[in-house]
């Protein structure tokens, strides 16, 4: 075990610490429906269109690779079984109306515009480009009508419009559209000050509703996922004989993705840009809070926990790449579960380092309904963790990439993500081009 974590003391953080965090939590625990991926196309699209009148006779779709992954397999909810990077974008054009709703566009779906997706669809209108950036997360939509043409691209967040130009002239910005962009890298997260920041965070006020929306709306599609067939049905399947405690937190997170990846219209409150990482870090810390009978109070506050751990590695990472979100998400569960059981500080950071550093193989190859299963996995890695915690038996520095300090793993995983898998990656999305056709190239 860590001297180092041993030795903290709880101290009260600085006032722009606090409001750090706080601003960093309203910054990322958002609604979104469907897959963020799609979502995101949609609402780029919708954006796009709405600035033009007329008939629409084309439009162009360039994105990012990891884009390209993660928008490939996952079904367009109020749609069927729509799927995919064109489906996304023109179901966003007729959805324009409604662009305010952003990642939750795709709420405002009818029979009618359906049938005028399936037009356009059949019209044959869009194109895809592979967009060659740096970003990650990067899209780019073109629109032209018999006389106009529009753009709008968004970067490095889901609903960071970078620009929008009509015409070839870049518009004003305006505060309906621009969101701002928050760096996450910028915000010095650490084991102690997230501890401290969950035992003082004033619950009573926004802080406090919006953790109960996420409990609330999370929760919601979990149980739709254990009520109704969804994709894999991995969440029903580990729960065939009876379960447990930790084998119903496994299946209940799991089956919130099952519901999800398959097409489910049910809104979920996302965690570093990813519906299913926002499920896998609210779902196993329901089941064990109805468990252990927790107060409304102690739950949120795991939650709260859970919630910027899992940001403390994606900031070191990225909201997309090769390493799969959900080992992460499921890490961070199992931080707020061992806070839930009354764990110190130095213990839940230990949980979440011990986790991350006995799953961290797990690979991301998009959104589809495999996210489930490695849903449960990466939820029953967090629930061994927080055991070896609690009863101290951590995993020892110098084993593997395992350090002296859970921060120095915590790093050290990040800094394998972020740079060791970008040939991973690679091959990754080379493997799943060959079931599509090659797109287009393009240059931001």
Not at 236 to 249: C, I, S, V
Not at 256 to 276: E, K, L, Q, Y
Not at 329 to 351: F, R, T
Not at 419 to 426: F, N, Q, Y
């Amino acid at each position: 075990a860590s001297t180092h974590i041993k030795g903290l003391r709880r101290m009260s953080l600085s006032e722009q610490t606090r409001k750090n965090y706080t601003e960093l939590l309203f910054h990322e625990l958002i609604l979104s429906q469907g897959c963020t991926e799609p979502a995101a196309i949609a609402y780029a699209a919708a954006l796009c269109r709405a600035q033009l009148g007329g008939e629409m006779l084309q439009v162009k779709v360039a994105c990012s690779e990891n884009l390209f992954k993660n928008a490939k397999s996952a079904v367009i909810p109020n749609t069927g079984a729509l799927k995919g990077i064109v489906a996304a974008a023109i179901c966003g054009t007729v959805c324009s109306a409604d662009v305010e709703l952003k990642l939750e566009i795709l709420e405002s779906m009818t029979p009618a515009r359906l049938a005028e997706v399936h037009r356009l669809l059949d019209a044959n209108v869009c194109e895809v480009a592979l967009l060659e950036s740096a970003e990650k997360l990067h899209i780019v939509v073109e629109i032209w009508t018999q006389t106009e043409q529009a753009l709008v691209e968004i970067s490095h967040e889901h609903t960071h419009v970078k620009r929008i130009e009509k015409n070839g002239v870049p518009l004003q910005e305006n505060s309906s559209w621009r969101a701002e962009e928050l760096n996450l890298e910028a915000i010095p997260l650490c084991p102690q000050d997230i501890y401290t920041y969950t035992e003082e965070a004033d619950l009573h006020g926004a802080l406090g509703e919006l953790l109960q929306m996420q409990l609330d709306r999370n929760v919601a599609i979990c149980n739709e996922g254990m009520r109704r067939s969804w994709g894999s049905n991995i969440g029903k399947l580990l729960t065939e004989n009876n379960a447990d405690t930790e084998k119903l937190a496994c299946a209940f997170a799991a089956a919130g993705s099952d519901a999800r990846m398959s097409g489910c219209a049910m809104p979920v409150v996302i965690n570093s840009g990813s519906g299913n990482q926002g499920i896998t870090i609210t779902a196993p810390i329901y089941v064990y809070a109805e468990t252990l009978q927790a107060p409304r109070e102690k739950t949120l506050r795991a939650l709260l926990l859970a919630n910027l751990m899992s940001l403390y590695l994606k900031g070191m990472i990225g909201k997309l790449s090769a390493y799969c979100g959900a080992v992460s998400a499921g890490s961070a569960a199992g931080a707020g579960i061992a806070y839930l059981k009354g764990a110190s500080a130095a213990q839940i950071s230990h949980a979440f380092a011990n986790s991350v550093a006995a799953i961290s193989g797990v690979l991301c190859d998009g959104a589809k309904p495999s996210c489930a299963a490695k849903i449960a996995c990466s939820v029953y890695s967090g629930i061994l963790a927080q055991k070896m915690a609690l009863s101290g038996n951590d995993f020892c520095g110098g084993d593997g990439i395992v350090a002296q300090t859970p921060e120095e793993t915590i790093s050290n995983v990040g800094e394998l993500a972020r740079k060791g898998l970008v040939e991973i990656d690679r091959l990754i999305l080379d493997t799943m081009y060959t079931t599509l056709p090659q797109p287009e190239s393009c240059k931001a």
